[in-house]
């Protein structure tokens, strides 16, 4: 049978999943009093978080004791929390800890979920998607569903398994023992060097004989890369036990070829910086750490959504929408893909701020609603005095920098700023505007120093393209084609407020370029 909305239509949005993502979004909509529901298959929301990380203790920060009270400021530092009017539905208020148990997230988005009487509907799996006459069927146990939109919001389907001969040989990281002491004594290969590898490592450092982290690629570290998916510094142990000769080992190789000889696992290896030398070693156990992947069965042909050339995710448009099917958008971890591994589209603290402007663009496409904006005149210190206001107050920009941005359009002798827009998409909407401006914090050139803690700085406004830290940085464009471009001077405490390193720098780039100025 057919499921229709309130008025004997299809839904307007279905959501599918209803993790951290899927219920932004729901509470966004909601708030808004739009015709969605959410399809979960548990019977509670969280899932993911209910299984992994398998260790328990989230890299997400959590950062409750700071100087700077204003709850917007706070959520720079708070990784956790989705974005609500509740003071109630904090995540502080469900763990003081600095690196928390993944069971208070699942406890605070459980509440979440209930507390706002957000529509999901539980146990009930979605088996299929399809799409004909411009409207989606949603196919689940018993019954169908229709929508004008459908949003994808199910996070990972499962484990990435590399190819390679007797992979079967390895255990997953989904299902293999997490208690160190199961290793003792043991030789173990681990395949990956991501965050979950090293998690495994952490947990057998004090147990195992020895510990090999094995990828083709170095360690990517996020003190050096400034994304906070690459290897953290909690897993340093690891890294010094390698340099300090205790016979684990991080290996820049191919696994070729896993075979079980006796009671040994041999393990053909390939070493990508060392002239492909080639050698075999041998292994009590061999663990699979590589990460997860889509699950593109739900998707029936009439829309199956392109992936990135790696497989694991969908490919989307600026808007967040598939890239080859329209309607079809995708929420929360599955983001990713125009920011891969620079912003935070990937965590919670990133993809709350792109669901907050996925549900504007949402009701601007669906329910006629104007995008939000405010105007201002076309004026080089008032226009200084609002770009600085946004730098030093938005959590957005801070937390998703060098991807969303504030865009502020120079036309028929007004400003219009729109706030919280991705910048591919902003200056492709905005592209046929006489002038505008794009405003986003960004890290300074990542391979500029061999190392992060001992940089030389030039504090001086003339040289503040230079900074190595997060920093404002105010690009012009017109026609689609940027024009200009003014960085200002990185700051210890991100104050940007200095008349002579900031405010004036910055007037006096928009009134070079400003008509009239």
């Known amino acids: 049978m057919a499921d229709t909305g309130p008025d004997g239509r299809a839904h307007r949005y279905l959501i599918v999943g209803a993790g951290p993502g899927g219920l932004q ?9 739009a015709d969605y529901l959410v399809l979960e298959r548990e019977t509670a929301p969280a899932a993911f978080f209910r299984r992994y990380p398998r260790h328990r203790r989230l890299i997400s920060l959590n950062k409750v004791h700071i100087s700077e009270k204003d709850p917007e400021i706070a959520l720079r530092w708070d990784w956790n929390s989705l974005l609500n009017d509740s003071p109630d539905l904090q995540f502080p208020r469900y763990s003081q800890e600095y690196f928390p148990h993944a069971d208070d997230l699942v406890r605070y988005l459980t509440d979440f979920q209930r507390e706002h009487g957000l529509n999901v509907r539980f146990s009930t799996p979605v088996e299929r998607i399809e799409k004909a006459d411009g409207l989606f069927a949603v196919h689940t146990a018993g019954e169908v569903l229709h929508a004008e939109c459908v949003i994808v919001a199910a996070g990972w389907g499962g484990p ?63 003190w050096t890369s400034k994304h906070p998916g690459h290897v953290r510094g909690q897993y340093g142990a690891l890294l010094d036990s390698y340099w300090f000769k205790t016979l684990h080992g991080v290996l820049e190789c191919r696994v070729d070829r896993l075979w079980r000889e006796g009671e040994r696992i041999k393990a053909a290896i390939t070493y990508t910086l060392a002239e492909d030398e ?28 392109d992936l990135v050339p790696s497989g694991r995710m969908p490919a989307i448009r600026p808007d967040f929408q598939s890239a080859n099917v329209d309607g079809l958008y995708f929420a929360g971890t599955l983001m990713q893909a125009r920011d891969f591994k620079r912003a935070s589209s990937a965590f919670v603290d990133g993809f709350r701020y792109n669901l907050r402007t996925l549900a504007a663009l949402l009701a601007e496409r669906y329910e006629g609603a104007e995008l939000e904006h405010r105007m201002l005149p ?86 503040a393209h230079e900074s190595a830290f997060l920093h404002p940085v105010v690009r012009a464009w017109r026609g689609r084609e940027q024009i200009a471009e003014r960085h200002l001077l990185e700051d210890l405490l991100a104050q940007w407020r200095d008349p002579v390193r900031h405010v004036e720098p910055l007037r006096a780039f928009l009134a070079s370029l400003l008509p009239g100025a």
Not at 200 to 205: F, G
Not at 284 to 292: K, P, S
Not at 382 to 410: G, H, I, K, P
Not at 417 to 436: I, K, N, S, T
Request: glycine content about 6%; charged content about 20%.
């Open 378 to 463: 076309v004026d080089a210190g008032q226009l200084t005095s609002a770009m600085l206001e946004r730098v030093n107050y938005s959590s957005a920009l801070w937390t998703q920098f060098e991807y969303l941005c504030d865009v502020y359009v120079v036309a028929d002798g007004r400003v219009t700023h729109y706030a919280d827009l991705p910048e591919d998409y902003a200056v492709d909407r905005f592209g046929d505007a006489p002038l505008a401006f794009t405003v986003t914090l960004r890290w300074g050139p990542r391979d500029a120093h061999a190392d992060v803690f001992a940089i030389k700085r030039h504090p001086v406004p003339e040289r």
């Open 160 to 222: 990435y398994v590399p190819d390679i001969p007797g992979i079967e040989l390895a255990q997953g990281y989904e299902d293999m023992p997490v208690r160190g002491e199961e290793f003792t004594d043991q030789r173990v290969l681990i395949i990956g060097k991501g965050n979950s590898a090293f998690e495994t490592a952490q947990a057998m450092l004090g147990h195992a004989a020895v510990i090999h982290l094995a990828s083709p690629s170095p360690v990517q570290l996020a």
């Open 25 to 33: 979004l729901a509470y966004f909509l909601h708030r808004a009093g």
């Open 278 to 305: 080639r050698t075999v070693l041998e292994y009590d156990t061999v663990l699979r750490c590589t990460g997860f992947t889509m699950d593109r069965s739900i998707f029936g042909p009439s829309c199956l959504p």
